[in-house]
């Protein structure tokens, strides 16, 4: 997710990118650029890492969710809760400002009124009894149609979870894909529970919700990244994680193998990335270590793309974006063969984010880094299931995705991922931008205008006037309305008066809802940003400081063998990354093995690093693996007294020589108790 182009013009020719032009009723097929890991290092971190036929985005003769596109008459339906003292209507912007009035003529009819001639926008539409009173109200979106199909590398993502938040309803499913579409979304996430899909060891069930909402997205050129977080009770290990832990990795990994397997096959053309884990490094989703998230990415990887070699496989996704520990770990197992790209989250100012992602650019190697849940807690004025925000902070998230989807891009990340599209209330927070009948808060404009202006988007640089440092302008590469143009995304973190240089030729100028203003950016800045459209290449006039990146490229093969350490969950220490050990008394290690290729390897494993003060007997094993074999390597672990601050600091590593099936390694911190 931390970006900058590093593609020389022969590789350029080189690097293709085929765009399947067949498609059936139901569902996509991706296509993986053909590329070799080494000459991965040399190609563009923008690119699109798979490609869906889509089309132009149109609206539904029944415009799911009050959404518009410009030119069309919008047809406000009553809501089902409509009063039968409605008499009136009043039609309201985003200031609340009242910009139509008119009457309730037919009760009976389909539509409560037809407005003609709205521009693009967010609306509130009121319903008034004879006194003025408002009984009822509900909310609508005119949307700028789109002059192409989303690019297949455009960076405005977002996450819908759909197969949880309309779970088994597959005409909420179906209204998800289309407005997500309707915004101009490239990637859209989605949520799957490993216990609930597969209840037994041998058991898959035929249909289920996740089936039909890939079926939707794909069907409405949506690539669809799908992330599990949870283990089937008869996957756990009881003996190490107790029982009911289903937030806990399943300890043999030739389960989530077989697993990781079958979705690639499953989901085929449907779904074209998945995250093996969601934020498996705090205590909500498991309480992993480095060294368990590894291994666990590792049989993943292997999984996946055992089932289908052009699926992208994620990191498993942190909640933020790691500590040191983490990258620290990352590099020591040698991770960077087994993920195609480096998933965080965070939910931290954007000014935050160039210190924030600093972890993860390292850790990333090269690949893309994706964001796959970013967004702002804003607490909730009213009850469940409709928990409404504030007027003031429905315009503080509208104007918190413009800042957010910028800053992002500009401190390395390739794939940004609003969090969230439906309705979302939890402990108080409300995340969404649909209410709970999936009708617009004015996030989803803002988010609209992001995938119009920002479509096929790379980041420039940015500019901090030395004379106004409140004032925050991004440049980027894009392709709003169909051409090649350069983007400003301009803000100010407080109320000031500042404005472009007027040597800057200005196209057009928008407001962060989309809306047209007049050719001259204002010079009243705020929190609100305005996009300001400029030819081609006129951003390389101002002063840019350039946009971060992921850190250089490592090449090598995934092997098909796996190292891991087993450890008793209560032994986890996660601010040291590390598992806890007495000192002064031998602990005996569950060390594994796995092979999983399909024919039989042989080779030595050789503990390559142990901290001073600590002793691992034995510190070499000779074995052979068949094909999916899983082999317990007998191993005892000390620390004296004189090596506590030693064991603290240091890893263990072990490195493994299977000839041909690789070098595998396994790096993990064991630390006094």
């Given at each position: 997710m931390q970006n900058s182009r590093l593609l020389s013009v022969t590789l350029k020719v080189l690097y293709f990118v085929f765009l399947v032009t067949v498609m059936s009723v139901c569902r996509g097929q991706e296509t993986a650029p053909q590329i070799t890991k080494d000459r991965q290092s040399q190609t563009d971190l923008n690119r699109a890492l798979q490609t869906i036929p889509r089309s132009i985005p149109t609206a539904p003769p029944e415009h799911p969710g009050n959404v518009f596109l410009l030119g069309e008459d919008v047809n406000i339906k009553f809501p089902k809760e409509i009063s039968n003292k409605a008499v009136g209507w009043r039609l309201l912007d985003d200031r609340r400002a009242v910009i139509r009035r008119g009457t309730i003529d037919d009760k009976k009819s389909k539509a409560l009124v037809t407005i003609g001639g709205l521009g693009i926008g967010w609306y509130r539409i009121e319903l008034l009894d004879a006194a003025g009173k408002v009984v009822n109200w509900t909310t609508a979106a005119v949307l700028a149609r789109l002059a192409e199909p989303v690019p297949q590398d455009s960076p405005v993502c977002v996450d819908s979870a759909t197969s949880w938040f309309a779970a088994n309803e597959p005409v909420r499913q179906e209204r998800f894909a289309q407005l997500a579409a309707l915004a101009g979304v490239n990637w859209i996430r989605?949520?799957?529970?490993?216990?609930?899909?597969?209840?037994?060891?041998?058991?898959?069930?035929?249909?289920?919700?996740?089936?039909?909402?890939?079926?939707?997205?794909?069907?409405?050129?949506?690539?669809?990244?799908?992330?599990?977080?949870?283990?089937?009770?008869?996957?756990?290990?009881?003996?190490?994680?107790?029982?009911?832990r289903y937030k806990r990795f399943p300890r043999n990994l030739r389960l989530l193998y077989k697993f990781c397997k079958a979705m690639a096959q499953r989901y085929k053309g449907r779904v074209l990335a998945w995250e093996p884990w969601n934020e498996a490094n705090i205590t909500m989703f498991g309480g992993h270590t480095i060294d368990e998230m590894c291994s666990h990415q590792k049989a993943a990887y292997l999984g996946y793309k055992a089932g289908n070699p052009n699926l992208t496989v994620c990191w498993n996704v942190y909640a933020g974006a790691g500590t040191r520990l983490h990258s620290e770990g990352v590099l020591e197992n040698e991770t960077w063969p087994y993920f195609e790209t480096y998933n965080i989250h965070s939910y931290q100012k954007p000014d935050n984010y160039l210190k924030q992602f600093a972890p993860a650019r390292e850790a990333a190697c090269g690949r893309p880094i994706w964001i796959t849940e970013c967004g702002v807690r804003l607490l909730s004025k009213t009850g469940r299931p409709w928990s409404e925000l504030s007027q003031e902070d429905e315009l503080k998230q509208a104007k918190f995705i413009a800042r957010s989807y910028a800053g992002s891009?500009?401190?390395?990340?390739?794939?940004?991922?609003?969090?969230?599209?439906?309705?979302?209330?939890?402990?108080?927070?409300?995340?969404?931008?649909?209410?709970?009948?999936?009708?617009?808060?004015?996030?989803?404009?803002?988010?609209?205008?992001?995938?119009?202006?920002?479509?096929?988007?790379?980041?420039?640089?940015?500019?901090?006037?030395?004379?106004?440092?409140?004032?925050?302008?991004?440049?980027?590469?894009?392709?709003?309305?169909?051409?090649?143009?350069?983007?400003?995304?301009?803000?100010?973190?407080?109320?000031?008066?500042?404005?472009?240089?007027?040597?800057?030729?200005?196209?057009?100028?928008?407001?962060?809802?989309?809306?047209?203003?007049?050719?001259?950016?204002?010079?009243?800045?705020?929190?609100?940003?305005?996009?300001?459209?400029?030819?081609?290449g006129a951003a390389r006039k101002l002063p840019l400081e350039p946009p971060l990146r992921s850190s250089a490229f490592r090449g090598g093969e995934a092997s098909p063998v796996v190292l891991q350490l087993q450890m008793h969950n209560n032994s986890t220490k996660l601010d040291q990354q590390a598992h806890t050990v007495p000192v002064g008394e031998e602990t005996n290690l569950r060390l594994f093995a796995y092979n999983f290729s399909n024919k039989a390897v042989s080779g030595t494993i050789t503990a390559e690093h142990v901290p001073q003060g600590c002793k691992l007997v034995p510190d070499r094993w000779e074995i052979t693996l068949e094909p999916m074999e899983r082999k317990h390597l007998p191993a005892r672990f000390s620390i004296n007294a004189s090596g506590r601050d030693a064991a603290s600091d240091g890893w263990i590593k072990l490195q493994g020589d299977f000839a041909d099936a690789g070098q595998p390694a396994l790096a993990f911190r064991l630390v006094p108790k």
């Open positions: 989605d949520r799957m529970s490993w216990g609930g899909f597969q209840r037994g060891p041998d058991k898959l069930p035929n249909k289920t919700t996740y089936d039909t909402a890939a079926t939707f997205q794909a069907r409405y050129g949506l690539k669809v990244l799908q992330v599990f977080h949870d283990t089937p009770g008869w996957a756990l290990n009881e003996q190490l994680d107790g029982k009911r891009l500009f401190a390395g990340v390739n794939r940004h991922f609003f969090f969230i599209l439906g309705n979302f209330p939890e402990r108080g927070v409300q995340f969404g931008l649909l209410r709970n009948d999936q009708t617009p808060g004015p996030g989803y404009v803002a988010l609209a205008a992001l995938g119009r202006f920002l479509a096929g988007a790379t980041c420039l640089g940015r500019w901090v006037p030395e004379n106004n440092p409140s004032v925050r302008v991004y440049a980027f590469h894009s392709r709003p309305d169909g051409r090649q143009r350069d983007v400003l995304v301009i803000w100010a973190e407080k109320p000031t008066t500042w404005s472009l240089p007027t040597s800057l030729p200005t196209e057009a100028v928008y407001d962060y809802l989309g809306r047209p203003l007049v050719k001259n950016t204002p010079t009243k800045m705020d929190s609100a940003a305005v996009f300001v459209l400029l030819p081609k």
